[in-house]
């Protein structure tokens, strides 16, 4: 028999002031968290259960959230990171995917996941993209705005935020066979389950550690290679890993970052970060290779970004991708050294596979690495 949903009023409150009413979704309750958009038509539970969102409340452009229900195949870690949810048209119970294993709602319920519908996501999007990321607050509990803005008041901003300490694994975990070819080191800033899933099917034997774990208890694995993975937060409160990352770029061995982990490779470097406007995050982002000539179609998901002016000043850094959106720098290479990073997603899990190719580039850095 089909669950009956009945939503009670709910509100949305920006740090602006600006104030949107709706209907609650998921848990009834309060939640809070820096506000930001997603422009991908598909893949929200791979959205919803990327570590990267963790602290982040997200609006989800596409006009339906929840019809094709969830598939814990699917997923990207142990559960929901998201903080909120901000939708235009919800499906609570019900689902058109056969494969699914449970309703959208079931899965926010055991989350604890409060969020908020009928908005005009549209209209929300736009103030966001004008006004750019900022904190808020949802409430079912509550439509007193006068209550709320006095909880949103006491909310941190992201900025000088370490997150990844709170998505990390707390032990290390090893992945894929054994029997593999190559071994490859992974510090866990909040690694999504398809980037292990990606150097599996590259014959690659992972070892996931913490993300405070030293460079040399990583080592102590032999690895033939590093990967420093994706994450949530502000990277320049990271200087335990920042130091770990420089001692794996002095190394020499070959080393792999993606989106936090190309962050914390400039800062490695002395190349600051800053925060965005408003981020980059959904699935159709246009990026060039500078190396190839060739461009492609990205999934991204950061507020932060490297900094080109410092990267142009530097002499041991060469820019490998380049975002043809608005120029901000998407890849680096060390020269000298088998070390490179991108600031999108190439397990684009949801997105487009045209970024593959940069597992088989760490591939072929390992490779001459061990001849």
Known sequence: MTKTFAPVPA??????????????LGKIGTTTGEICFNTGMTGYQEIFTDPSYYGQIVIMTNDHIGNYGINKNEIESTGIKISGLICKRYTAYSYSRTQADESLEECLEENNITGISNIDTRALTLHVRNKGAMNCIISSETTDVATLKNKLNAVPDMNGLDLAAKVTTNESYLYGDSSSKFKVAVLDCGVKQNILKCMAERNIYAKVFPAKTSFQEMQAFYPNGYFISNGPGDPAAMGYAIKTVKEISDSGKPLFGICLGHQLL???????????????????????????????????????????????????????????????????????KKAFSVQYHPESSPGPHDSRYLFDQFIEYINTNDK
């Not at 920006?14 to 949107?20: E, H, M, N």
């Not at 190839?292 to 179609?297: D, L, N, Q």
């Open 11 to 24: 509100v949305l409150l920006l740090q602006d002031g600006s104030v949107f009413y709706g209907k609650s």
């Open 266 to 336: 400039a800062l490695a470097n002395n190349i600051p970060t800053y925060k965005m406007h408003h981020g980059h995050r959904g699935i159709n982002h246009p990026v060039k290779n500078l190396i190839t000539g060739k461009s492609e179609i990205t999934s991204q998901n950061h507020g932060f970004e490297v900094s080109r002016e410092a990267i142009e000043k530097s002499k041991h850094i060469e820019i490998t991708h380049v975002n043809l959106n608005d120029n901000t720098i998407e890849g680096l290479h060390i020269k000298g």
